[in-house]
């Protein structure tokens, strides 16, 4: 279950990611960094750093560079983790990633 204190930390956490993008732009602002600090608040760092990592890929990808739209994959790494943490949910792994997750 999640608790009040992770509620508060995650909400302060993403109105700083807003600001972020909106004025100082430093590499806080990536989604590993962002499942980082949601799997470190949640307490499963590696579900964080998995769910983050995937949507930096996305973003890698499918990243619109000078056009009108922007994707928010932030804000989908934090409520991703937050969300199967809190289910209990974990991300399915290959070979490989369980190889270095152990």
């Given at each position: 279950?999640?608790?009040?204190?992770?509620?508060?930390?995650?909400?302060?956490?993403?109105?700083?990611?807003?600001?972020?993008?909106?004025?100082?732009?430093?590499?806080?602002?990536?989604?590993?960094f962002a499942g980082f600090i949601t799997g470190l608040?949640?307490?499963?760092?590696?579900?964080?750093?998995?769910?983050?990592?995937?949507?930096?890929?996305?973003?890698?990808?499918?990243?619109?560079?000078?056009?009108?739209?922007?994707?928010?994959?932030?804000?989908?790494?934090?409520?991703?983790?937050?969300?199967?943490?809190?289910?209990?949910?974990?991300?399915?792994?290959?070979?490989?990633?369980?190889?270095?997750?152990?």
């Open positions: 279950m999640i608790q009040w204190w992770q509620i508060l930390l995650l909400t302060l956490y993403s109105a700083y990611q807003i600001c972020d993008e909106l004025t100082i732009v430093s590499s806080a602002g990536s989604p590993v608040i949640m307490g499963d760092m590696g579900t964080g750093l998995f769910i983050g990592a995937s949507l930096q890929l996305v973003v890698l990808g499918v990243g619109t560079f000078g056009g009108a739209s922007r994707i928010d994959a932030t804000s989908g790494a934090v409520l991703a983790t937050a969300f199967s943490v809190a289910q209990g949910i974990k991300p399915l792994k290959s070979r490989f990633q369980q190889s270095l997750f152990r």
